[in-house]
């Protein structure tokens, strides 16, 4: 393994299906035995960028590098990256033991090497003694395993993972997305893994790359990408946050709802709107007199860690988590410290995600990802 | 009673209504069956076990040495064609299922067209093409190319029975062939597999039942084909359907007649057993 090494590297690279961009002048590179997630809502072109770096897509513009080496063009069989499918696309044809062995036969690898090797593999996964197994008598975890150990026998460089874990049920989700991290961490060798769920890639990840649009809107370590999203797609895409208008009127203050805040933020122009990021977990509940914001509770719902209130301000509505009770129409103080206001600067996402007012319409929404999950 | 045992008994009950009720559906089926599938062949069995006057007798069985070579070219054409058949009808099917939906449509419907034409009109149309002086040798003909020998050869008769049982094959194949995953095809690919490997490894052994059933759609109707060789092979094929076509049309020859068709009905189906061992494992279809 060697750390800050680039392993791929993507330059402008652009695709179009049907005269519609799907990935546009797109520059990414991938550092040796890292563990990159590409993240975002369906279509924004993650699955299409892994794709490319397999081999099955052929980029319109731009270039993909493979080390030092330009791989355009270069098919699929010919690249020292393996894949494990969404919906795992295991041989129906063959048991455990010979889809394992796939590849090492291509390879012409001598049998007791076949043997040996199919071996250490299925106890890797945990699936020793389902060799003479039929893949259609297997379950979604035990499938998902065969997925890993006939992708990762061959040895790959890079191991690219196209939404595995989508298709099993939370608890094994959790399971399995510790496992591969410590197949990742044992083997040392790179994982690019995309998804929409972007709590497994907070969890799982070196690096978290957010798409949408066909475009990278942020690459960095999942606490950057939390604590300072670069806007209001990232803040409002990971986590839970409320996206306010805002101005700062000079270095470490910043005017919002109403109030002038201090913050830690500096660099802008004075009097310059910006967009202003508060995590739900971030606001304080205090008593009116030492607030500086007060509001109306509208709702609450308790989620067992803590209490989600939406509290209205000025008709802004905020969500804030918190573990005292409070009740609905009751009028609340804010309090809230200068490192927890992130400042970021007016991009085309702004203005796009208002308030928590339609809360339960944005639930709908997410609750529907997972079916049309497949991408492009 | 228990609560238990009352939902027993109510399942019971339920369940010999549903038995009572499917044997009630099935029930013209199964007139049908018996009056026109196991009686005829029960009076074949008994033509070919019997002499003319009606006594039991085993000379028939012992005719039939007489026509063991003709049983056997009959299997060899029925082989050849069914392999031409084969080779011409895969390669069709696949690229068949890489095309538009709408060109898949239209591919489909030519296929089947002569289908849904009389066998005896298509046939005299074939020979209208290749007899001497048909279509083709006026054509070369009048190109001063001379004549060629086309009607009355076996090759004749295994180009009419491909004909006639190509969409047979191309069915079947097509109907395996579009249910292969593409995915497969890229994890194949993605696993170090270049296009030939992937054939051998991925799409041949998932078409497997599509050619099994193909090849046994194909072979069964060739080995008893009677029409197509007596027109378009003349003298120089004699099919065991021809021999049985005209034993049973003579009234003295009739039990033998029989006995030939029985004999060649086993010999199908233990073919057709054999052959279906190789999709039995696979849990391919059966026919």
Redesign the interface.
């Known amino acids: 393994m060697n750390q800050n090494q680039k392993l791929i590297e993507l330059c402008d690279v652009s695709v179009s299906f049907d005269d519609q961009k799907v990935l546009d002048a797109l520059s990414l590179s991938i550092c040796d035995g890292e563990f990159v997630t590409l993240l975002g809502p369906s279509g924004c072109g993650k699955t299409t960028t892994l794709r490319i770096i397999?081999?099955?897509i052929q980029p319109d513009e731009g270039d993909v590098y493979f080390g030092s080496e330009r791989i355009n063009g270069v098919?699929?069989?010919k690249r020292q990256?393996?894949?494990i499918?969404q919906?795992y696309?295991?041989?129906?044809?063959y048991n455990v033991f010979d889809n394992v062995a796939?590849?090492l036969?291509?390879?012409n690898v001598p049998k007791d090497e076949i043997k040996e090797r199919v071996h250490e593999m299925l106890r890797l996964v945990n699936l020793e003694g389902l060799e003479h197994r039929k893949i259609s008598k297997l379950s979604g975890g035990q499938q998902q395993r065969v997925a890993v150990a006939?992708?990762v026998i061959?040895r790959p460089k890079v191991l690219l993972l196209d939404e595995p874990l989508a298709a099993l049920d939370l608890k094994l989700r959790k399971d399995m997305q510790r496992e591969l991290k410590n197949i990742q961490k044992q083997l040392g060798i790179t994982f690019i893994f995309v998804t929409h769920d972007q709590e497994e890639a907070l969890s799982m990840s070196d690096t978290v790359v957010v798409m949408d649009n066909g475009r990278i809107q942020q690459v960095g370590t999942p606490t950057d990408i939390y604590n300072e999203p670069v806007n209001a797609f990232v803040a409002d895409f990971i986590g839970e946050s409320n996206i306010l208008d805002g101005i700062m009127p000079s270095d470490y203050k910043a005017t919002f709802a109403g109030h002038t805040f201090d913050c830690l933020d500096a660099g802008f122009a004075p009097g310059e709107a910006v967009d202003v990021v508060i995590r739900p977990e971030d606001v304080d509940i205090v008593a009116p007199e030492k607030a500086m914001l007060t509001g109306t509770v509208t709702s609450v719902t308790f989620l067992g860690v803590h209490y989600e209130i939406i509290v209205d301000i000025r008709g802004f509505k905020w969500m804030i988590q918190t573990t005292d009770y409070c009740g609905e129409g009751e009028t609340v103080g804010l309090y809230i410290e200068p490192d927890a206001i992130h400042i970021m600067k007016k991009s085309e996402y702004s203005g796009k995600y208002g308030d928590y007012s339609t809360f339960s319409d944005e639930m709908e929404e997410i609750n529907q990802i997972p079916e049309d999950a497949e991408d492009d | 009673m228990t609560e238990a045992k009352m939902k027993g008994v109510r399942e019971r009950k339920s369940r010999t209504r549903k038995k009572g009720i499917s044997l009630l559906l099935n029930f013209p089926y199964l007139i049908w069956l018996c009056l026109f599938v196991i009686i005829p062949m029960f009076i074949v069995a008994a033509y070919a076990f019997t002499t003319g006057d009606g006594t039991f007798t085993l000379e028939n069985f012992k005719h039939l040495s007489v026509y063991k070579q003709n049983i056997i070219d009959s299997f060899i054409y029925a082989l050849i064609a069914t392999a031409v058949t084969l080779v011409l009808a895969y390669p069709f099917a696949y690229f068949m299922t890489k095309r538009s939906e709408a060109t898949q449509r239209v591919m489909m419907m030519l296929v089947m067209l002569p289908m849904w034409m009389n066998l005896l009109i298509l046939t005299y149309s074939i020979m209208n093409i290749i007899e001497a002086n048909g279509i083709i040798n006026n054509l070369l003909a009048s190109l001063g190319l001379g004549r060629l020998q086309m009607i009355n050869t076996p090759g004749a008769v295994i180009f009419g029975m491909v004909y006639n049982y190509f969409p047979y094959m191309v069915l079947p194949l097509y109907s395996v062939l579009s249910k292969i995953d593409p995915s497969l095809l890229e994890a194949a690919a993605d696993l170090g597999s270049g296009a030939p490997s992937r054939f051998r490894r991925v799409i041949l052994p998932l078409s497997m039942p599509g050619i099994v059933s193909g090849v046994t759609m194909v072979f069964v109707p060739s080995v008893s084909t009677f029409y197509i060789s007596q027109k378009l092979g003349g003298t120089s094929v004699n099919m065991i359907g021809d021999i049985i076509e005209s034993l049973v049309n003579r009234v003295s020859t009739r039990n033998l007649g029989a006995m030939l068709s029985l004999v060649l009905m086993v010999v199908i189906l233990v073919c057709i057993m054999i052959m279906n061992r190789f999709s039995d494992e696979k849990g391919g279809i059966m026919l």
């Open positions: 397999a081999g099955f098919p699929p069989h990256v393996n894949t499918f919906r696309a295991l041989f129906p044809h796939y590849g036969r291509v390879k006939r992708a061959n």
